[in-house]
């Protein structure tokens, strides 16, 4: 298993303001997810932090609206820029130790942009 | 692509009685997992069950216990006695089982209330 810690929990930001979110785990992991969930609705993948490297981002996702970065194998930023109201969401770090499949997940950070 | 469909949003339960969810998914895939998440409204997702596809035996974790039919690309889930924790949001999701594709595709998910 994995302990995941996110920070920070909760936000209020104003619009055109960016905010970063960090995830640190308590154990090296070699895979790093950042999923979005809007409200009311389902999980979303961002991307695929990859340590040593850019970020995959799915599509819809781009690096210069959500930049992130993964120095090393316990640690993970992602960046939420020139925020609008549209991006009022939980923002949830997951990762994957590989072995059976399953991911873990922090507890959320939870943006209202306004 | 794959896609995780949960066609009922909302659901109820008496306390102490059985309840099941229903998921399905669509996959070429031959080889994947399947789970389900629970969510609380602390928001932390929580692992419930975890199904291996090439297993034909359906996966049950305590209470929890799934019905696995890969023909039909169906996966629910019964809840067994049900406890007024379990009240949350669930989440049924696919994974490729594959090297370096671990991201999970989630269904939109069920709120489930526990009524005492």
């Known amino acids: 298993s994995a302990v995941i810690s996110q920070k920070p929990s909760r936000d209020i930001c104003q619009r055109g303001t960016s905010l970063t979110i960090q995830c640190q785990v308590d154990s090296q992991v070699t895979m790093m997810f950042w999923y979005r969930q809007q409200p009311g609705q389902s999980l979303t993948l961002i991307a695929t932090a990859n340590q040593g490297s850019e970020a995959t981002y799915e599509s819809g996702f781009v690096i210069d609206k959500f930049p992130i970065s993964r120095p090393n194998l316990t640690f993970s930023t992602l960046t939420v820029s020139n925020m609008s109201p549209e991006d009022s969401s939980i923002y949830l770090c997951?990762?994957?130790?590989?072995?059976?499949?399953?991911?873990?997940f922090g507890e959320g950070s939870r943006l209202t942009v306004l | 692509a794959q896609t995780v469909t949960q066609s009922q949003p909302e659901m109820s339960v008496q306390e102490a009685e059985t309840v099941t969810l229903s998921c399905t998914y669509d996959?070429?895939?031959?080889?994947?997992?399947l789970f389900w998440y629970k969510q609380p409204p602390s928001r932390q997702m929580i692992l419930v069950i975890r199904q291996e596809a090439y297993k034909q035996q359906n996966a049950t974790e305590n209470r929890f216990s799934v019905n696995f039919q890969k023909a039909a690309k169906s996966f629910s889930l019964k809840i067994s006695d049900s406890q007024l924790g379990d009240t949350a949001m669930y989440f049924c999701?696919?994974?490729?089982?594959?090297?370096?594709?671990?991201?999970?595709?989630f269904g939109t998910g069920t709120r489930l209330t526990v009524i005492p």
């Open positions: 996959t070429s895939e031959n080889n994947y997992y």
């Open positions: 997951s990762v994957g130790t590989g072995g059976t499949g399953e991911l873990f």
């Open positions: 999701a696919f994974m490729k089982h594959q090297t370096g594709a671990n991201n999970l595709f």
